[in-house]
Every structure is written in structure tokens, then in C-alpha cells.
């Protein structure tokens, strides 16, 4: 029995021992030929099955295969692929890749397509999934841009998820941000709101800025750039991880991630999900949120590939929405940075007078189609449904009136008392209530790309790009604060004066309709060291309201007729290497694109009345560059010029008649020059120290003076208003900016470093429409800030993990961010401004399984 017992053990460990032989585990480097750059998202398989991984953003790759020997196929987007066999355990070192083709790529929606540095002839830089996770802490994801060239991005209020961001001197409105190549910015104006999208840092596999005129092939292009978002797909690693952080004032956040891997039936899934919640940087700015991310990938077979994908983030957060001077602010307790004048107590809780409440989940169905060696078709259908709005207040004025504060002018609201004084009026009704301005949309898209090699070194790309959104707008009551009622203070409804209750609606109740389609193509034609491309494409955008509000101007509400803008580009570029180290680019392009639908299509938001004389807006774009590239050193130089012409501004000006409302100013034909240098580089000092930086200087002036005109409600032109713009700074954006940065590796798996970023020539926001002396508004201090961070990583329980510190504004710099001139004197004294953050801390730890 014990001979018999002793055999199978040695049976068992022999079967077991054959098993554990069986597999190998691989590494290596991937990296181009010539320069030994890494070759980030590079594909690695196991020859013969669907087991493989990507390679990180430093090239590398680590695979276990099933077999003890065999054969890695590695592939790369432009380069010639490669077959490299293996036995055994096995550590390769640097495996290059060499180039087969010098044509552009553009972002698309596969997670492994990037502009190729070397070949895309346009201004790009790439963060780094590690990046996002090693610097973000407690930071809005668009701060992360903070030190590549010609961005500027602040928090604005303070609120979670109020971000901003401008590139090149142009707002959000006019750069488009991208998941995956699917736009996000809203439909209507052209926004983004960065609270809907909370959770893009847990699942961001790469995100990619091209300044100008970008290489993403869509029918309606952007003004400043675009930014793309590639999610974690199919490529993900088997296995998971969970991730808890906290940092100051309250910040909590926990989270986990699991992934199948790609599964031996071609099937891979990948699901993410965080709760966070905090109280705020700034007083009263309270905030919690749900975040999550699907995708279902099914490789069906050589030829076919699915990816499912939605994302989404519930949330709600309190805003600071009411500004004040400087010296105001000092006059508080706390010095101005963390005041918050919008805020206060009821019933012994926090109360905002100004908050956000939104859900806005994206859901995709993606195709990849390879229908032969030279042809695919990669296509997205996709869909949004957002729902939410802004609280808003309604009233007398005792919410912002510093009598009904608590002891004093720079004390919270004193909510309590404005609720008794509501219940005391009984029958006569609340004087003050508070209000949401709701908004719902239904968003569809198709996106679908054709790329084809006509001949060995021609290629056609084309496509189309359909998008139709529908979004509703209303007022409601949403809080009587005690009272019985609230009567409607709109004098132009029919129903004015009527006693409103808590769901009622009111002085606005409309819905804007956009459809825009368009198809676009592309060639591109290599020879030898050069690459040059002609792109063009041809878009038609739709606009119509309807308004449902019973007031005097819409008896029984209006439809509007429907407005057409027919848009057009054209853009080209070129790029030559001129050896292995040194390049140059240059690119131009010009463009026709549609106004927005929340702007100068209509004469008011709620009006359904057409504005004849809205135009097209048209943009003229030229940039060349140089870059440089050696395995220690990488450089980049990049002069651009943009002329914006024709572009529409609205402003909200004062009724002229003194009737003590604001009626829609239309202005069309504003021109404006956006104009720089850039300079970013890499130096890898040692194997352990790597230093990078950038400089930004940005010569940005409105180039025109035009006349427009203020309307009312129905239309009628009530007055001429005269912009004297014409020389003038463009504002609200850091038009010289510059960053250095130590990475300092301390351990295999540990690392510190140090950002240092400089922001100045910040001109205060401004209503262009009151120009009429032709002065600069006040222009803000420049300011100085410098970040201190590190990651350790460690083994637990037999897993990975990995601790992280931030530590942002490290001497707690007091400066100003955002500013809003007084548009009189133009002075610091009587701008009203956001301060921006203090010192702030985050720890984080991740265990990876």
C-alpha cells in the first residue's frame, strides 16, 4: 500500500511537473529600429492561439504561453511585423520593429491606433496610462494636460468635475474630446463636462492631444485640437486590481477593475467601478459619485472583431457659482482661496444654493472588419442619454444678500431663516424658492472608416460620420422652502403670476434638435523617407427648436423653422525624415463649420426665431515642425498660425430701455489669430533619472471690429451694439506656459518626481460685446506651482501592489486661476476672481490579482 500510495505521488508530481514545463513565461522590449523608441500598444501573440498582450507605454511586455517552445508574432500599427521564436523561459531584451509604411494614422477607435511618431505630420503628445495614475491624486482629469504645450487647465469654481480646459487659446467648445474616436462634446454648444466622465482615469489605456488640425478622420472637424481617450478593450491583461485613495478634505475613493483576458473562445471582458465622495477643496463644494466602465469583446474570428463599451459616471456636487473681488475674498477668515459665498446650513446640514446633478452614460458597439490583407473597416454605432441639470435659485435675492448669513458677510447662509420667513407668509407664498434648470438629451451616432491600400505605397481612407441629438430644457420648481406656493416672475408668460408648486415649469421649456452627416476621405502617399497626405470632407448640419412655454412671444409654443449650414474641409500635410534621428512636418488646412445651436442660430436661447444673418465660421490653419530623436534624447519644435474668421459671440446685455431684463446680443464676423511656438523634450539622463519639459508661448489677439445687433424675445432689433476687438488679447487662457519635470527611479518598482509648472499672460475673461474703449482687460499675476509625488511597488499576500503619494502646490502658492473683468476700469480691483487650490495630498494603493 505504501509502495502503491509513493507511486501516484510520484505520478502526480511528474504529471505536475510536465504542466508547470509546459508554459514559459516571456519578456522583452519592443522598439523601432534605428532609434530604439518604444513602440507602445505593440501586439504580442502566442503563434497558433489567441493568448497575447500589448506592450506598456514603455514597450515592454511580459506573456505566459501555453506551450514551453514556439513562436511570438509581434505586431505594430506601420511597421513590418515580426516572428521570434522561444524556448523555455526567456528574457529578450529590445526586439525591433522596422517601418513598412510612412503613411498617417489617425486615432481611431481601436485601443492599439496611434498617431506614429515620425510619420503623422501634426503636433501630438501622449500621456501615459501610468502617468494618469501616478499624478492625477486628487486632481480633475483634464488637469493632467497641465505641462503639454498650449494647454491651460484650471478647476474653475472648485466644484468636482467643473474642470476646463483650453488649447491654443480655444475653449473645450472648440476642441474636440474623444472616447475611443466617439465626440463627447455636447451637441448644442459645443461643451464638455468633465463630472459626466469621472471614471475615464480608472479605465484609460492612452490619451492622446493633437494640436490644430489633428489626424482624427471625422466630417465636422475642431478648431484647437482634439483629444482622444482610448479605453481598455480586448488587449487587457487576465486578472484585476482594487484601488483605495483618500486625500484632503474628506477625499475617499475605492474602486476595482476585472478582466477575462482574451479568453480561448475569442471572448474578453473587462468591468470597472469606483465609488468616490468628499467634501471639497472649497467650503460647501461637497460631492459623491458612481463610476463604471463595461466592454465585452468577441473576436470572432481572423476577419471579425466586437467590442460592447459603456461608461458612465452618476454623480452630484455642489458648485461655487457666485464670484467676488479680491479684496473681498481676503476679508474672510480663511484668506479667499477656499470661500465659497453659495453655500450654508438647514437643519443642521450642508445646503448649496448651486449644485450639479447628471447622468450621462455612453454605450458603443464597435466592428472591426478585416476583409482582406489590404482593406478594413472599423465602425462605431453608439448612444447617450443624459438626464440632470443645475440647481438655481429663484427669489427676492435673500440667498445672496449677506443680511441672511450666519453672524456675517463672509459667514455660510443662514437657510433656517429664510425657511420661517417663507412659512410666515402663509397665503402670499415663498418670496424666495429654489429652482433646477433641467436638461435631458437622446444622442445617436455612426461613425465607420474604409481604409485600403490602392498600391504599395497609396492609401484611401474613407467614411462617414452621422450624429442626432435631442436635447430638452426646462425651468422647475423644485424646493418652496417652506412657503405654499411661488408665483411666476416671468412677465412674458401667459401664465405670469400664477402660483407654482415643487415640479411646476417655467420661463423656459424648449427642445433643440441637431442632426449633422457628413462623409470624409483621405489618401495617402509614401516614398522612400517622405509621407504625404490630402484629406477633405463635406458635413451638413440641422438645427430646429421647438418651445412648449405659453408666454407672449410663443402663444400655445412654436416651432421653428429648420436652419441648414452646410460645412466643408480641406487639409494636407507632409513629413520627411531626413535620417534616423531628425524629421520635419508641415501641415495646412481650411475649413467651413456651422455656429452652434446654443449661439448666434437663433436670437435668444428661448426664442424659436431664426437669426438671418447667422454664417458659417471658417478656419485657416498652417504649421510646420521639427523633431529630433536619439535613444537618450527626444525634442520637438512646432510653429503654428490660425486665423479664426467669422466667428459668432453671444453676450447677455442689460435691456436698453431699462426694463431691468437681459436680452441676447448676436454678433457674427468676429475674427481672431491664434499664433506660437511650442517646445517639448525628453532627456533621459541615466537609466534612472529621466527629465522632460515643455515651453509655450502663444501670441493670441482678435483681429476685427464688427457691428451686431440686440434682440428680444420675438425677434424685433431693439438696438446696434459696436465691438471694437481689433488688437485686442484673447482672454481666459495662459498664453505663455512652461514645465520641467524629474522622474527619479529609486527601486525597480519605486519612482519620485517633481513637476514644476508656469502659467502667465492671462488676460481676465471678458463680454466682448463691451469693448467700446478698445482696452486689455486686466491681466492676471503670473504664478508659479510645483508638485511632489512617488509609487512603490511591493509584493502582499503574493500580489503586486503599488502605494502612491501626491502632494500638489507643494508651498501652497496662493494665486488666481479664473477671472472675470469688471469691464469698466479693467483692474485687479474690480475683476471678480476664482482663486485657485492650495497645498492638497492624496495616497492611493492599488493590489493587482
Known amino acids: 500500500m505504501r509502495r502503491t500510495t509513493r507511486f501516484l505521488m510520484f505520478t502526480v508530481a511528474m504529471l505536475f511537473s510536465v504542466v508547470v514545463m509546459a508554459q514559459s513565461t516571456i519578456s ?81 477607435i481601436t485601443a492599439t491606433s496611434f498617431a506614429i511618431d515620425r510619420k503623422t505630420p501634426v503636433a501630438v503628445s501622449t500621456i501615459k496610462a501610468n502617468e494618469i495614475e501616478l499624478k492625477l491624486g486628487t486632481q480633475e482629469f483634464p488637469e493632467i494636460l497641465k505641462s503639454t504645450p498650449g494647454v491651460y487647465a484650471t478647476k474653475t469654481g472648485g466644484g468636482y468635475g467643473d474642470s476646463r480646459i483650453n488649447l491654443r487659446g480655444f475653449s473645450s467648445e472648440n476642441v474636440a474630446v474623444m472616447i475611443n474616436g466617439i465626440p463627447i462634446n455636447d451637441m448644442e454648444n459645443g461643451s464638455v463636462y468633465w463630472s459626466n466622465w469621472a471614471g475615464l482615469s480608472d479605465v484609460t489605456s492612452a490619451m492622446q492631444v493633437q494640436r490644430g488640425l489633428g489626424a482624427s478622420k471625422v466630417a465636422v472637424p475642431s478648431i484647437g485640437g482634439t483629444i482622444n481617450i482610448i479605453s481598455k478593450s480586448s488587449d487587457a491583461e487576465k486578472g484585476g486590481n482594487i484601488k483605495m485613495s483618500t486625500g484632503n478634505d474628506g477625499y475617499q475613493k475605492y474602486g476595482m477593475t476585472l478582466s477575462t483576458g482574451l479568453m480561448d473562445n475569442g471572448l474578453a471582458i473587462t468591468a470597472s467601478a469606483a465609488k468616490i465622495s468628499g467634501d471639497g477643496y472649497v467650503d460647501g463644494l461637497q460631492f459623491s459619485g458612481v463610476n463604471y466602465f463595461l466592454n465585452v469583446s468577441k473576436v470572432i474570428n481572423d476577419n471579425h472583431e466586437l467590442s460592447f463599451n459603456v461608461i458612465g459616471a452618476k454623480q452630484t456636487h455642489g458648485q461655487r457659482f457666485n464670484t467676488r473681488t479680491i479684496a473681498e475674498n ?162 412674458n408668460d401667459n401664465n405670469f403670476n400664477e402660483a407654482l408648486q415643487v415640479g411646476d415649469k417655467y420661463n423656459r421649456d424648449y427642445t433643440g434638435d441637431v442632426l449633422k452627416s457628413g462623409v470624409f476621405g483621405q489618401l495617402e502617399y509614401t516614398l522612400n523617407e517622405l509621407s504625404v497626405f490630402l484629406s477633405t470632407a463635406i458635413s451638413n448640419t440641422q438645427y430646429s427648436k421647438s418651445s412648449y412655454l405659453d408666454d407672449s412671444s410663443n402663444p400655445n409654443g412654436n416651432d421653428s423653422k429648420k436652419a441648414n449650414f452646410l460645412g466643408y474641409s480641406v487639409k494636407t500635410g507632409a513629413n520627411y525624415n531626413l535620417d534616423d534621428k531628425n524629421n520635419v512636418f508641415a501641415n495646412i488646412g481650411y475649413f467651413s463649420k456651422a455656429p452652434f445651436l446654443i449661439g448666434n442660430v437663433f436670437i435668444d436661447k428661448e426664442s424659436v426665431e431664426l437669426n438671418e444673418d447667422a454664417i458659417n465660421e471658417k478656419v485657416f490653419s498652417a504649421e510646420i515642425g521639427y523633431g529630433f530623436r536619439t535613444p537618450r534624447f527626444n525634442a ?64 493670441w489677439k482678435w483681429a476685427s471690429d464688427v457691428e451686431g445687433e ?11 451694439v459696436t465691438v471694437n476687438a481689433d488688437g485686442l488679447k484673447v482672454n481666459d487662457a495662459a498664453q505663455t506656459t512652461y514645465a520641467l519635470g524629474l522622474n527619479y527611479k529609486t527601486l525597480e518598482k519605486s519612482s519620485i518626481f517633481l513637476d514644476y509648472n508656469f502659467a502667465g499672460d492671462i488676460y481676465s475673461k471678458f463680454d466682448i460685446t463691451r469693448s467700446e474703449d478698445r482696452m ?64 492638497t495630498f492624496s495616497f492611493g494603493l492599488k493590489i493587482e490579482f
Do not use: C
Not at 383 to 393: I, V
Not at 398 to 420: C, E, H, M, W
Not at 453 to 459: E, G, H, Q, R, S
Not at 655 to 679: C, F, V
Open 636 to 699: 520637438n519644435v512646432n510653429i503654428y498660425r490660425t486665423s479664426w474668421l467669422d466667428k459668432s459671440v453671444t453676450a447677455r446685455v442689460l435691456d436698453p430701455d431699462n426694463t431691468g431684463q437681459y436680452l441676447e446680443a448676436n454678433i457674427a464676423g468676429l475674427d481672431a489669430l491664434h499664433q506660437g511656438i511650442e517646445l517639448d523634450f525628453v532627456y533621459r539622463i541615466t537609466d534612472k533619472l529621466k527629465l522632460n519639459g515643455m515651453v509655450s508661448l502663444g501670441d
Open 710 to 720: 440686440i434682440f428680444d424675445q420675438s425677434g424685433t432689433s431693439l438696438r446696434e
Open 330 to 491: 481676503r476679508a474672510t477668515e480663511q484668506g479667499g482661496k477656499r470661500f465659497n459665498p453659495d453655500w450654508g446650513y438647514r437643519n443642521g446640514q450642508v445646503e448649496n444654493i448651486s449644485y450639479n446633478f447628471y447622468h450621462k452614460p455612453q454605450i458603443s458597439l464597435n466592428h472591426d472588419w478585416t476583409l482582406s490583407d489590404d482593406t478594413y473597416i472599423t465602425s462605431s454605432l453608439y448612444a447617450s442619454f443624459g438626464d440632470g441639470g443645475g440647481r438655481r435659485t429663484q427669489g427676492s435675492g435673500k440667498f445672496t444678500n449677506d443680511d441672511y448669513r450666519l453672524g456675517a458677510s463672509d459667514q455660510p447662509i443662514d437657510f433656517d431663516r429664510i425657511v420661517a420667513e417663507n412659512k410666515a407668509n402663509g397665503a402670499l407664498g415663498s418670496t424666495d424658492v429654489f429652482a433646477a434648470s433641467r436638461n435631458s438629451h437622446q444622442w445617436y451616432g455612426l461613425l465607420s472608416t474604409l481604409k485600403t491600400d490602392l498600391k504599395d505605397n497609396l492609401i484611401l481612407s474613407a467614411g462617414i460620420d452621422s450624429r442626432y441629438y435631442l436635447g430638452k430644457h426646462w425651468y422647475e420648481i423644485t424646493d418652496l422652502m417652506g412657503g405654499e406656493y411661488y408665483l411666476n416672475p416671468n412677465s
Open 28 to 108: 522583452g522590449t519592443i522598439v523601432e529600429e534605428g532609434t530604439n523608441m518604444p513602440l507602445p500598444g505593440a501586439n504580442v501573440v502566442e503563434k497558433g492561439t489567441t493568448n497575447g498582450v500589448i506592450t506598456d507605454f514603455d514597450g515592454n511586455f511580459t506573456i505566459k504561453t501555453k506551450s514551453s517552445t514556439g513562436n511570438l508574432v509581434i505586431s505594430y500599427v506601420g511597421y513590418a511585423s515580426k516572428t521570434t521564436a522561444f524556448s523555455g523561459d526567456k528574457k529578450f531584451g529590445n526586439i525591433t520593429l522596422e517601418s513598412n509604411q510612412l503613411g498617417l494614422d489617425e486615432v481611431v
Open 776 to 839: 486689455n482687460t486686466w491681466k492676471l499675476p503670473s504664478y508659479h506651482l510645483v508638485d511632489l509625488g512617488f509609487n512603490h511597488g511591493f509584493v502582499i499576500g503574493g500580489l503586486d501592489a503599488t502605494l502612491s503619494g501626491k502632494l500638489n502646490n507643494i508651498f501652497n502658492v496662493e494665486y488666481i486661476a479664473d477671472a472675470f473683468d469688471d469691464g469698466d476700469q479693467h483692474t485687479a480691483a474690480g475683476a471678480k476672481v476664482y482663486y485657485g487650490a492650495g497645498r
